[in-house]
């Protein structure tokens, strides 16, 4: 079974970009907008030189990462939805570059798997 629902995977598939979130050992925020793709429960991404990166210095030493892609599905009425993912991630080589793979824990998402109209429920749940 799939960290992720179907209705979340869609979405994932649907959009081009997520916010990349991580720490340096003494808590100094880093964020930043990349592409990203879905490899079973994982979540890749990487970059022209990721080695030069805040985020690649801070998981270095703090694998702890959270990563939230959102929209808005229509501003009339207003319908934000998303997924934040919170985890860990490591560095890897892929065809001789690193990237990064983030692993999730929790799962956080709104207005992807119910899709009622009115306020959009959230849902929470720990992986694994």
């Not at 925020?29 to 991404?45: G, H, K, M, R």
């Not at 703090?62 to 599905?73: F, G, I, M, Q, T």
């Amino acid at each position: 079974m799939s960290a992720f629902t179907v209705a979340e995977l869609d979405y994932l598939a649907s959009q081009p970009l997520m916010r990349f979130a991580s720490a340096s050992t003494s808590g100094r925020p880093d964020v930043a907008p990349v592409v990203f793709e879905i490899d079973s429960d994982d979540v890749l991404t990487a970059g022209f030189d990721i080695t030069h990166t805040v985020r690649y210095k801070n998981i270095q030493s703090n694998p702890r990462v959270s990563v939230v892609v959102d929209d808005l599905a229509s501003v009339n009425p207003w319908s934000p939805r998303g997924i934040k993912i919170i985890g860990t991630a490591v560095i890897e080589e892929f065809d001789g570059s690193p990237r990064f793979r983030s692993s999730p824990e929790v799962i956080i998402s709104w207005a992807l798997n119910d899709t009622t109209p009115g306020i959009p429920k959230m849902e929470r749940r720990k992986v694994g």
